[in-house]
T-cell receptor, first 113, second 113 residues
């Protein structure tokens, strides 16, 4: 176990709805990165948060947004859900933005119907 | 943008067989290289990483990987696999100075007892 927790474990939503996923980082880690892992694919970087600011973004539209709180926990929000958003969403925490190691949580399985 | 290729999508071996999983990347500059493993029902965890120095890297559980710069490769090896090595294996590449890793699509390894 890494100490990174995510909630909920599973979620089913309908197209057009909005969803919020949560992540608690490992103690002492100030950086959280979010990834989308579609079935049969590797994780794809969505964005990273460092000290409550978005620090970098992958190739995802603005309807994917996030927050980081003073305790370094983080949220991923997705608006106007599409069927293609169905995936495992992973968060990973690390000591700094370019840390040599990041620790992954168990993920949230999102199904959009 | 860099890309990562994992040539073997599915590998089936018997216990005690040797393992080599291929990973090639496309990026001409300095890179940081990683292999992650995802056991069934568990979170993604780091097997080993290369940042600099000896291109032969040893990781946990008897795994090792060799960075061959001229071939843009970072293949994962294990001399003798066990049933407990059944998992999904992901190669990831991060350009030096960047905090955004690119993952391969993964290789599913099944080891028969």
């Amino acid at each position: 176990e890494t100490g990174v927790t995510q909630s909920p474990t599973h979620l089913i939503k309908t197209r057009g709805q909005q969803v919020t996923l949560r992540c608690s980082s490992q103690s002492g880690h100030n950086t959280v990165s979010w990834y989308q892992q579609a079935l049969g694919q590797g994780p794809q970087f969505i964005f990273q948060y460092y000290r409550e600011e978005e620090n970098g973004r992958g190739n995802f539209p603005p309807r994917f947004s996030g927050l980081q709180f003073p305790n370094y926990s983080s949220e991923l929000n997705v608006n106007a859900l599409l069927l293609g958003d169905s995936a495992l969403y992973l968060c990973a925490s690390s000591l700094e933005t370019n840390s040599r190691e990041q620790y992954f949580g168990p993920g949230t399985r999102l199904t959009v119907t | 943008a860099q890309s990562v290729s994992q040539h073997n999508h599915h590998v089936i071996l018997s216990e005690a067989a040797s393992l080599e999983l291929g990973c090639n990347y496309s990026y001409g500059g300095t890179v940081n290289l990683f292999w992650y493993v995802q056991y069934p029902g568990q979170h993604l965890q780091l097997l080993l990483k290369y940042f600099s120095g000896d291109p032969l890297v040893k990781g946990i559980k008897g795994f090792e990987a060799e960075f061959i710069k001229s071939k843009f490769s970072f293949n994962l090896r294990k001399p003798s696999v066990q049933w407990s090595d059944t998992a999904e294996y992901f190669c990831a590449v991060k350009p030096g100075g960047s905090y955004i890793p690119t993952f391969g699509r993964g290789t599913s390894l099944i080891v028969h007892p």
